[in-house]
């Protein structure tokens, strides 16, 4: 079964810092690109953060460049998303994704919350 799993979510203060993972069962994620979005309430799911297959190549939203980092550990199976100096506007549900096979797969999200 292909699946992807988030977790890491939580309630952190501006400037904080989370990192989210992305568990993959069914599939080998280093064959695979895999992105991070997000969906903040009343907006549109946007692209984060993606990082190829084989790791060849990384993108960063601009309002996210040089405070998220994206990576992979190929023997967990499973891609990070390290959020640093994080905003209280970045508050949203944060999902993985892939596509595979000719079909889009998501994991069911974290909510991170940027809050005092």
């Known amino acids: 079964q292909l699946q992807l799993v988030e977790s890491g979510g939580g309630l952190v203060q501006p400037g904080g810092s989370l990192r989210l993972h992305c568990v993959a069962s069914g599939f080998t994620v280093d064959y695979y690109a895999i992105g991070w979005f997000r969906q903040a309430p009343g907006k549109e799911r946007e692209g984060v953060a993606c990082i190829s297959s084989r790791g060849g190549n990384i993108y960063y939203a601009d309002d996210v460049k040089g405070r998220f980092t994206i990576s992979r550990d190929n023997a967990k199976n499973t891609v990070y998303l390290q959020m640093d100096s994080l905003k209280s506007e970045e508050t949203a549900v944060y999902y993985c994704?892939?596509?595979?096979?000719?079909?889009?797969?998501w994991g069911q999200g974290t909510q991170v919350t940027v809050s005092s």
């Open positions: 994704y892939a596509r595979l096979f000719n079909a889009d797969y």
